[in-house]
């Protein structure tokens, strides 16, 4: 293989400063779902914590916070797939490119972490639905 | 596409490519003789690290065998309780600290470089840093136990054991001392990785081409930020409680010992998978390169990475579960601790589908990896059972919890870890160990561990406590207590063939070549000729795996046809690119060999010694010529100004040599410094809303003038260092100063009026918890506010040595940046302290 000389020209392949700015194929959208899922369980702990526990012993106050939050939660993780999921559509209909193929990973990934995210959010929802006491 | 001209046909051309390698390999030359010591190549501290973290390892090998010893027969008296326990705490401690994060960061510095087509990480000299103080710290550490002095209240230093200092003596202050220098060393690792990740890989190495190693490493750097800041406030506060009598964990005075067991876990759970993602790591490049065929399921892996990296955080209770929390809370935690299992498992289909998928070879590192994933399987399923509230209680404090903790670090760190020794030996030192001696090392190491920690879970379940010198022989438990001690033998007789073994091959061992197991990755290209081991030129990356994928590319190297394939100047240099697309940005002069970073770390390892004995002033001492060595560091070290802006990188293509703000990775640094920064201020925020929580008596409120004061004293500091950047990037250098200088006062006045504000309140800070707290937050933010200071005035100084102007505004961009983070700092802080006037 020789080199070419105008690679690093070509490192954006066709691709305009619209496309790069693009909502759903970026780097940063890998933290949407963990930094979602952290803040609902930093929540339904916190929740737990204090009307479980620490100031009351409300089961049925700390259940509907829970609720809400988990529902809260889960429109954001879709509201962040939606693009995505979108992205990675129009990427697979166009020719490949070694820049469309990362965008389309990372949407992927994105997607990915929305789902395994909403399952632990899914998850750590059950034990306040389930509970019948704060004991 | 032009194409460059053949080689090898011009003779000119061809002196000119000898005369370029030459200066590569002068520009890159390890200093000799007592000079050798002050080399900061990443690759060459990476070697030291990984010898001395396996030294470490080795022992805290010899402790556990003690143990096993005094444990083979029931009512033994080879050692004392007093003794096994200094044993117990230094085997779990320095396996931990010492070994297992030390040298994953080791093969990650040593491996990435050459992984990512970088002539070196970014930040040599921190590297360096952090290799010289773990290895202070881990002398005066594990030393500690040679001299009767060690820590005896276990890996975990729960008070009120821990805070009592008439029943645990220096020990625990040498454990949180030592070990918060060392957890510093290790943040200084993560940002040299994270930045190493994404601004120095090759050309054309977008983030979907990275080797999965990069990608578990970028993750793994991530938690450490997170999870290690949480400890060093835990370790400050304990330290406190112990020195000055800060009562955080003292009931009768509001304090609560649960605390420190939240911030010991949250980081100490993330801890486990920062050790196994790193190691799991290491197999996803071993298992390809003899499958013969690509991971299979990269996108999947890149998840679970991801996945595991973030869910990790939320496991942290699970060690708590039998401390009384309410069963909500229990439940939530359960299901995030068998929420985990998800990414881990696909970790370990991923592997075994490589294998399926390829015409696999057998080899010594495929065997350690299968032993790897067979342990690590059964030790993930003990997990699962664990992370159930009721078995739990069940398994709280047992020999059943040994042996699943083994489980899962042999199966998820060591193994995986002997797999890349058996790997990346040749990569190091060009011969390879012996298969033989692998093989039987394997099978001694693999039956010796099973021997050893199987019959545990019985023991465990049939009720033998954890953590006991001894045992009654009316447990009915002496014979799989002797089996156990057996299988810890023949285990340590493994581990003794391979380092036998890797020693003799240094001089015996077969030649290996470049590549001796034809691997597909980047780190495998052939080095030039010459003493150090270089890559001749960092290529254009377009697959994951570019020695299989790009024919012809080794030979283009070895030609010297891509970038960077002489250093005119006879500097350190290599290539910054863009953190997505992997574009070349800057040619980043890497600094070379100096003994400053030996100095830095001694210096500051002396600090915390000093500090340790509760010599004061000798630690207030050593402290300030830390600060003097780190400034001298800075100021010959960073932001200098080219000669010439412009560098001829080859392939028609000029990039600047200076660039700052985001572009840089000093900016970068701060960044990520400050990231960890902050979840260290998170975790001053949590103890404060968790003193809430447990409703200790009214919080005593610092008087609100002069906190109001202060606070706006702070906010125009930050104004102006915000106006002297915009004045810096005009051209009008005399306002700028000004502002740097009138901003470093308001910010004493700042610092000032903090304290001023609890005087006034009559705050004595050993009073109670809840008071100890808004003393911790005014000292937390007035070590903050010194540090701006000393930036600020930094910055003044390069002022007016000319080194700061609208081109090179590099350094107040930084600091900028440190500022935009302290402001957030005292805006919380401040409304944390306001909000106890107004309850």
């Known amino acids: ?135 | 596409m032009s194409r460059m001209q053949a080689p090898g046909r011009d003779a000119g051309r061809e002196e000119n490519q000898r005369e370029a390698a030459r200066q590569l390999q002068a520009a890159w030359a390890v200093p000799r003789g007592s000079r050798y010591w002050t080399e900061v190549n990443n690759t060459q501290i990476g070697i030291w690290y990984a010898v001395v973290a396996f030294f470490f390892f080795l022992f805290a090998g010899v402790l556990a065998l003690l143990m096993r010893a005094q444990l083979a027969v029931p009512g033994n008296e080879l050692l004392d309780a007093g003794t096994y326990n200094q044993l117990m705490t230094m085997h779990g401690s320095a396996m931990m600290f010492l070994f297992a994060v030390p040298i994953l960061e080791a093969f990650a510095i040593i491996l990435l470089p050459d992984m990512l087509g970088a002539r070196d990480l970014p930040f040599p000299r921190l590297s360096a840093f952090g290799f010289w103080s773990f290895l202070f710290g881990g002398v005066f550490v594990a030393g500690s136990v040679l001299f009767d002095a060690g820590p005896q209240a276990g890996w975990f230093m729960y008070p009120p054991l821990t805070s009592d200092t008439s029943q645990s003596g220096i020990g625990v202050d040498i454990w949180l001392l030592g070990l918060t220098f060392i957890e510093v060393a290790s943040i200084a690792a993560a940002i040299e990785l994270i930045t190493g990740v994404l601004k120095s890989r090759a050309p054309g190495m977008r983030l979907d081409l990275m080797p999965p190693y990069a990608w578990y490493l970028l993750v793994v750097g991530a938690m450490i930020l997170l999870a290690f800041p949480p400890l060093i406030i835990g370790d400050l506060m304990l330290e406190m409680h112990r020195a000055f009598d800060w009562p955080f964990f003292d009931a009768a005075r509001g304090g609560d010992p649960l605390l420190w067991q939240h911030l010991f876990w949250v980081f100490g759970h993330p801890e486990v998978y920062i050790i196994f993602l790193p190691a799991v790591a290491i197999l996803t490049m071993v298992v390809p390169t003899f499958a013969r065929t690509p991971l299979v399921g990269y996108p999947w892996v890149v998840l679970a990475a991801i996945s595991t990296g973030f869910l990790s955080f939320g496991l942290w209770v699970h060690h708590m579960f039998a401390t009384g929390l309410p069963s909500l809370s229990l439940g939530l935690v359960s299901a995030a601790s068998e929420a985990v299992a998800i990414p881990a498992a696909i970790q370990v289909f991923a592997l075994i589908g490589t294998v399926l998928v390829g015409r696999t070879i057998r080899s010594v590192p495929m065997l350690f990896a299968a032993g790897a994933l067979a342990i690590f399987v059964l030790g993930g399923l003990t997990g699962v059972m664990v992370a159930v509230a009721p078995f739990n209680w069940q398994a709280h404090d047992t020999y059943f919890i040994v042996a699943h903790l083994h489980y899962v670090l042999f199966g998820g760190m060591v193994f995986p870890l002997f797999a890349g020794l058996y790997y990346y030996y040749p990569k190091i030192t060009s011969r390879i160990m012996s298969e033989r001696a692998g093989r039987v090392a394997f099978w001694l190491m693999f039956a010796g561990f099973n021997i050893a920690f199987l019959p545990m879970h019985l023991t465990g379940m049939a009720g033998m406590p954890r953590r006991v010198f001894t045992y009654s022989t009316d447990l009915g438990l002496d014979g799989l207590n002797l089996v156990s001690t057996i299988g810890a033998f023949v285990l340590a007789a493994g581990i003794g063939l391979v380092v036998l073994d890797a020693l003799r091959c240094l001089r015996r061992g077969r030649d290996a070549g470049a590549n001796p197991w034809r691997a597909g990755t980047l780190e495998w290209m052939a080095a030039m000729p010459g003493a150090s081991k270089l890559m001749r030129c960092v290529p254009v990356i377009e697959g994951r795996y570019p020695l299989w994928e790009q024919p012809g590319l080794e030979r283009a190297v070895a030609r010297g046809d891509y970038y960077l394939a002489d250093a005119p100047q006879g500097l350190r240099e290599t290539l910054v690119t863009t953190v997505v697309d992997a574009e070349p940005l800057q040619c980043l002069r890497v600094p070379g060999p100096t003994s400053l970073t030996i100095f830095a770390a001694a210096a500051f390892a002396a600090t915390f010694i000093f500090a340790t004995f509760h010599w004061v002033w000798a630690a207030g001492a050593a402290a300030v010529a830390t600060l003097c060595v780190l400034l001298v560091w800075l100021w010959t070290g960073t932001g200098r100004i080219p000669e010439e802006p412009m560098r001829d990188v080859g392939m028609g293509l000029s990039l600047p040599v200076y660039v700052s703000g985001p572009a840089s990775i000093g900016w970068w640094a701060m960044l990520i410094t400050m990231i960890a920064d902050q979840s260290a201020f998170l975790a001053l925020v949590f103890s404060e809303f968790f003193y809430w929580t447990v409703a200790t008596p009214a919080a005593p409120a610092p008087a609100s003038g002069p906190l109001l004061a202060g606070l706006l004293a702070g906010a125009l500091a930050w104004v102006l260092v915000i106006a002297s950047r915009h004045l810096t990037g005009r051209d009008r250098p005399s306002p700028a100063r000004i502002a740097l200088l009138a901003g470093a006062l308001l910010a004493v006045g700042c610092a000032v009026l903090l304290v001023v504000s609890l005087r006034t309140a009559g705050l004595d800070p050993s009073s109670s918890a809840s008071a100890a707290m808004a003393a911790t937050f005014v000292l937390w933010c007035s070590a903050h506010l010194a540090i701006g200071i000393v930036m600020l005035l930094f910055c003044l100084v390069a002022s007016l040595r000319g080194r700061l102007d609208a081109k090179h505004d590099g350094d107040i961009r930084i600091v900028l940046l440190y500022w935009h983070f302290l402001a957030f700092t005292l805006l919380v802080s401040g409304l944390v302290l306001a909000a106890r006037g107004a309850s």
């Open chain 1, 1 to 135: 293989m020789s080199p070419r000389g105008d690679v690093h020209s070509g490192f954006r392949g066709s691709e305009t400063d619209a496309d790069r700015r693009h909502w759903g194929g970026r780097p940063r959208h890998l933290l949407h779902a963990p930094v979602i899922w952290a803040l609902h369980f930093g929540f339904v702990y916190g929740a737990s914590a204090l009307f479980c526990a620490g100031r009351g012993t409300d089961i049925e106050t700390t259940r509907i916070l829970v609720l809400v939050a988990s529902v809260l939660a889960l429109a954001l993780l879709v509201a962040t797939c939606i693009p995505a999921w979108r992205l990675r559509r129009r990427l697979g209909a166009e020719t490949p490119t070694s820049s469309r193929r990362e965008r389309r990973f990372l949407a992927a990934i994105t997607l990915s972490t929305c789902a395994l995210a909403g399952f632990a959010i899914i998850l750590g929802t059950l034990p306040a639905l389930i509970s019948t006491s704060c004991s």
